[in-house]
C-alpha cells in the first residue's frame, strides 16, 4: 500500500484498482487540491458490456464517490475503427446506425453506477464521435499526427504482438492509438480532465495521450490503469462455458449474473469483494475470514451486492430467493434462465441428449453422453440414466416447463412455445 493523501487514490489501492499511474504524487496533489475530472473510454461493440468492464465502472463509481467527476466517453467515433490492442484480428467493421443501436444499450448501464447532472462532481457522458467525425483529414494530419513517432507507436506491446506473429495491422487500427490520444486533449480543452483511467492493455495508447497533451500545450495529464483481472484458475474475466457475461438484464438475467458471482472460486472471494461491492474493508476482511463451507455465505453475499448494483435490489434478493430454493428446497422456479422451443418439437418427443445441447448445458450431444454416466444430468431433479431417453409434453412442471439441470448449481427451464 502507498500513503496516498487523496480519498480517491487511498480507496483505489486499498480496493485492488491500481496497477499504474503515470505520475502518482502529482496526481494524488491534484486530488487532493479540489475535484478534478477523469474519463474511461467504452467502444460500442456490443449492445451490451460485459462483466470484464465492470472493474472499469466501479472505478468511475469510486472516483465520483470520493468527490471528484467522472466522464463516460461513448466511442461512437473509435468504435468504426477498433482497438487493436492485443487482438490476433482485425474487428468486424460496424455501420454508423449498429454502433448507435450498440450504445443506446450500453448507456442504460452507467446510470445504476453514476449520478449524472451539471454539478461539479455529477458525472458526465460524452461521444467521441462529436469532434471525431468533424475531423478534416489533412488538417488533423499536419495538426496532430506530427506529434507521433512511428517508431515509438511500433515499440508498444499491444502493437509488437500482432506483428510478431506476422498477422496483419491495417493502417485503419494503426490510426486507433492517435484518436485515442486526441480524445485525451479534446476532453482536456473541453472539460477540464487531466486523468484517463482503463485497463493495464492500454497503458500504451493513454501515455501517447499525454505525451500529445504535453506537445499540444494542455496542463499536465495523468494516466492510470487497472490490473487485467483473471480468476484464481487462470480463466478471464467475465468468460464462461456458455460465453459472456452480460450486463444487460436481456442478455443476461439477473439470476444468471447472480449465478455468475456465486461460482466464484474461493481464493478469489476477497479480491473480488474488494473491487465489485462498497462492502467496508472491515467486512470484507470478516467475509474472507470464513472458512470451509461458510465461504459459501460470503458468496452468496458478493453475489447479492453486485447484482443489486446493476439490476436493483429486488432482483438481487429475487435471484438469491430462486438460488435458495432451487438449491436448498430442489423447487422448480420460474424465473430460472429459459430457452424456448418449438411446441411441435416436444410434441414428437425430443432426445435428451439434444435437450441438454438446446439448452446450453452441454456442447455436444458426446458431452451430454457423459454427464449422463457419471450421474450429472437430471430432468426435473431427477437423475438421468439412459441417455436414449425422449421427452415430452408429459414432462411438463406446474410452470410449463421441464428443469433440465447440470450438476447442482447450473439450471435452465426448456418451456415450449
Not at 36 to 47: K, L, R, V
Not at 135 to 142: A, D, S, T
Not at 275 to 284: I, K, R, S
Not at 385 to 409: C, E, N, Q, W
Amino acid at each position: 500500500m502507498r500513503a496516498f493523501k487523496s480519498d480517491f487514490l487511498r480507496t483505489l489501492d486499498e480496493r485492488g484498482f491500481i496497477h499504474q499511474i503515470s505520475d502518482p504524487e502529482g496526481l494524488d496533489a491534484a486530488c487532493v487540491k479540489g475535484p478534478i475530472t477523469a474519463y474511461i473510454g467504452f467502444d460500442a461493440t456490443a449492445t451490451s458490456l460485459h462483466v470484464g468492464s465492470l472493474i472499469q465502472i466501479m472505478m468511475l463509481h469510486w472516483m465520483q464517490r470520493t468527490g471528484h467527476r467522472p466522464i463516460s466517453l461513448m466511442g461512437g467515433g473509435t468504435t468504426m475503427i477498433g482497438d487493436p490492442s492485443f487482438k490476433d484480428e482485425a474487428r468486424k467493421l460496424l455501420t454508423v446506425e449498429a454502433i448507435e443501436e450498440n450504445m443506446a444499450g450500453i448507456r442504460r448501464v452507467f446510470a445504476r453506477y453514476l449520478a449524472y447532472g451539471d454539478g461539479p462532481t455529477d458525472a458526465m457522458m460524452i461521444n467521441n464521435a462529436d469532434w471525431l467525425l468533424k475531423l478534416n483529414y489533412v488538417e488533423f494530419l499536419r495538426d496532430v499526427g506530427r506529434h507521433f513517432s512511428v517508431n515509438r507507436m511500433l515499440s508498444f506491446e499491444s502493437v509488437k504482438l500482432r506483428l510478431d506473429r506476422e498477422q496483419s495491422l491495417s493502417f485503419l487500427e494503426f490510426n486507433y492509438m492517435i484518436l485515442q490520444g486526441y480524445d485525451f486533449v479534446e476532453l482536456a480543452r473541453r472539460t477540464g480532465c487531466v486523468l484517463q483511467m482503463g485497463g493495464s492493455d492500454q497503458w500504451g495508447n493513454i501515455v501517447n495521450g499525454i505525451d500529445l497533451g504535453h506537445k499540444m500545450g494542455t496542463p499536465q495529464l495523468f494516466a492510470l490503469t487497472s490490473p487485467l483481472l483473471t480468476t484464481a484458475s487462470g480463466a478471464k474475466m467475465g468468460k464462461t462455458a456458455a460465453g459472456a457475461v452480460w450486463l444487460n438484464a436481456e442478455l443476461t438475467s439477473p439470476y444468471e449474473f447472480w449465478q455468475f458471482w456465486r461460482n466464484t472460486e474461493d481464493a478469489d472471494v476477497e479480491r473480488f469483494l474488494k473491487l465489485y461491492t462498497t462492502l467496508p474493508l472491515t467486512e470484507v476482511a470478516r467475509l474472507a475470514a470464513l472458512g470451509g463451507a461458510e465461504i459459501n455465505e460470503a458468496k452468496k453475499l458478493l453475489a447479492t451486492e453486485v447484482t443489486a448494483m446493476l439490476h436493483g435490489r429486488e432482483a438481487a434478493d429475487a435471484a438469491a430467493e430462486t438460488a435458495r430454493r432451487t438449491f436448498e428446497e430442489g423447487a422448480l422456479a420460474a424465473d430460472l434462465p429459459t430457452v424456448e422451443i418449438p411446441r411441435a418439437e416436444l410434441e414428437a418427443g425430443l432426445g435428451v441428449l439434444a435437450a441438454f445441447v438446446r439448452a446450453g448445458l452441454a456442447a455436444s450431444n458426446g458431452e451430454a453422453r457423459r454427464s449422463v454416466d457419471g450421474g450429472g444430468l437430471k430432468v426435473n431433479d431427477e437423475t438421468v440414466t439412459d441417455p436414449k431417453r425422449v421427452l415430452g409434453l408429459a414432462d411438463l412442471s406446474d410452470v410449463g416447463a421441464i428443469k433440465l439441470s447440470l450438476g447442482r448449481k447450473k439450471h435452465v427451464l426448456l418451456k415450449p412455445v
